[in-house]
């Protein structure tokens, strides 16, 4: 998974454990999924519980759910692409549509300018046109995300693409509406919020995941489980 960068360097580490197999059900078929388990080793040792306000912040999920799920992301990290086209699948069928999890996304901007714009586009969206167009952008970008070797530290969700990419998914006014906000920084304190919660949290890197403001440092989906259930027998909930 991405690592945050070093002097001199500009690669994006990671780390991959393809040692765990989970089985699960994919629309309208039964399929056998192998699943590479990203490894989060994203969180400085040291990080401890912390109290966050999820207040004004983009979710899946029930409101009443028991569980509080954060990913902090960055839209040009790769294995944040592969995180959500793998593991976060299997948390968004077994977790989230089953009301077990309240699912938060959260920026930790890091690799390039492409990062912090498209983070920032993002969070304008958010406040703008709110949660189900976020989610349907956050998707998008993802989905977008160049594949090719070093295509993270290129200069390519610029402004305008950010715009003809939210143009996919809403209307012309509703777009302008965006860019409008975004040209007035109304991102502003949403953006900062985030990455101040990431240094607070101690997040090194992405995909990071924090249940109930603990850290996730596990590597499957039984870690994964087992994290969540301890989480809701805490609040008497299972």
Same mark, same amino acid.
């Given at each position: 998974?991405?690592?945050?960068?070093?002097?001199?360097?500009?690669?994006?580490?990671?780390?991959?454990?393809?040692?765990?197999?989970?089985?699960?059900?994919?629309?309208?078929?039964?399929?056998?999924?192998?699943?590479?388990?990203?490894?989060?080793?994203?969180?400085?040792?040291?990080?401890?519980?912390?109290?966050?306000?999820?207040?004004?912040?983009?979710?899946?999920?029930?409101?009443?759910?028991?569980?509080?799920?954060?990913?902090?992301?960055?839209?040009?990290?790769?294995?944040?692409?592969?995180?959500?086209?793998?593991?976060?699948?299997?948390?968004?069928?077994?977790?989230?549509?089953?009301?077990?999890?309240?699912?938060?996304? /959260?920026? &930790? =901007?890091?690799?390039?300018?492409? @990062?912090?714009?498209? %983070?920032? $586009?993002?969070?304008?969206?958010?406040? !703008?046109?709110?949660?189900?167009?976020?989610?349907?952008?956050?998707?998008?970008?993802?989905?977008?995300?160049?594949?090719?070797?070093?295509?993270?530290?290129?200069?390519?969700?610029?402004?305008?693409?950010?715009?003809?990419?939210?143009?996919?998914?809403?209307?012309?006014?509703?777009?302008?509406?965006?860019?409008?906000?975004?040209?007035?920084?109304?991102?502003?304190?949403?953006?900062?919020?985030? /990455?101040? &919660? =990431?240094?607070?949290?101690?997040? @090194?890197?992405?995909? %990071?995941? $924090?249940?109930?403001?603990?850290?996730? !440092?596990?590597?499957?989906?039984?870690?994964?489980?087992?994290?969540?259930?301890?989480?809701?027998?805490?609040?008497?909930?299972?």
């Amino acid at each position: 998974m991405a690592k945050s960068k070093k002097k001199g360097k500009t690669g994006v580490q990671k780390k991959q454990s393809t040692n765990s197999k989970w089985l699960f059900w994919t629309i309208g078929i039964v399929s056998v999924v192998v699943l590479a388990f990203i490894i989060f080793g994203n969180i400085n040792k040291g990080s401890e519980q912390a109290d966050i306000s999820y207040e004004n912040q983009p979710f899946l999920g029930e409101e009443d759910a028991p569980v509080e799920v954060i990913e902090f992301g960055d839209y040009k990290c790769p294995h944040c692409k592969e995180f959500n086209n793998t593991f976060f699948q299997l948390i968004d069928q077994e977790y989230i549509q089953t009301g077990k999890v309240k699912f938060y996304f /959260m920026n &930790y =901007a890091f690799i390039n300018v492409d @990062s912090t714009r498209s %983070a920032q $586009f993002a969070e304008t969206v958010y406040k !703008e046109l709110g949660n189900d167009t976020f989610w349907k952008f956050h998707k998008l970008l993802y989905e977008k995300q160049p594949d090719s070797a070093g295509a993270e530290t290129q200069d390519i969700f610029t402004d305008q693409f950010l715009q003809d990419t939210l143009g996919e998914i809403a209307n012309e006014e509703d777009v302008q509406k965006v860019v409008k906000a975004y040209e007035n920084e109304e991102f502003k304190e949403a953006f900062r919020q985030d /990455m101040s &919660y =990431a240094k607070k949290l101690n997040v @090194s890197g992405t995909p %990071a995941l $924090f249940v109930d403001g603990k850290p996730f !440092e596990g590597s499957t989906a039984e870690d994964f489980d087992k994290m969540v259930k301890e989480a809701a027998e805490k609040k008497g909930q299972e």
